[in-house]
């Protein structure tokens, strides 16, 4: 009578094998290396997360991830709302991570969860701010909810897709009393 419960079984592909270096017992302690393609990624409030998308994920709109129904902090101005920064660059000539598409030609500031504190039944949503750095300096971009030519606000065309490097602000209580 068989033991095995395919459920679990956790099949994973090693990519190498460590015998004896460096060890005190020599080949009864290998150490196995392996790829994960999924790992659990807490964004603590108050803090700058910095992770890599999944290789093996499908790209999907930042709109579409669940980092709304998970608990994103919208704002008026990018400067108390969450934020989303995407490393635009070709990974593969520098390190084994995914390559980044990049988005329309300007000076994208990040992308910001957008909502009406007016209202608490508005729906957020994740805006892309572009700004022209010949009017109005970083700083300035964050801080300001009048948009004009010097400052746009667009639906956000951000994607998250395979191997791509990430950073992520999210909101707390110390930062939103610290602005008061």
């Known amino acids: 009578m068989s033991t095995f419960v395919p459920s679990a079984v956790k099949l994973r592909e090693y990519e190498k094998l460590f015998f004896g270096t460096n060890q005190l017992y020599g080949y009864e302690n290998p150490f196995l290396e392996f790829w994960a393609d999924t790992a659990a990624i807490t964004l603590f409030t108050d803090k700058v997360t910095y992770f890599h998308y999944p290789l093996t994920g499908p790209t999907i709109p930042v709109s579409g991830s669940g ?35 990049k988005p329309d030609t300007g000076v994208w500031l990040c992308t910001w969860l957008s909502g009406n504190m007016n209202n608490s039944n508005s729906v957020p949503v994740w805006k892309d701010r572009w700004y022209n750095p010949g009017y109005i300096d970083l700083s300035g ?23 791509v490097w990430y950073k992520y602000f999210h909101v707390g209580d110390d930062f939103n009393l610290a602005c008061k």
Do not use: H
């Open 141 to 163: 971009a964050f801080l300001t909810n009048s948009l004009s030519s010097v400052v746009i606000d667009l639906d956000s065309q951000i994607t998250f897709e395979p191997g």
């Open 67 to 101: 980092l709304i129904e998970s608990g994103a902090v919208a704002g008026s101005i990018p400067y108390n709302s969450d934020k989303l920064w995407k490393k635009n660059a070709d990974y593969k000539r520098f390190i084994r991570w995914g390559n980044s598409s």
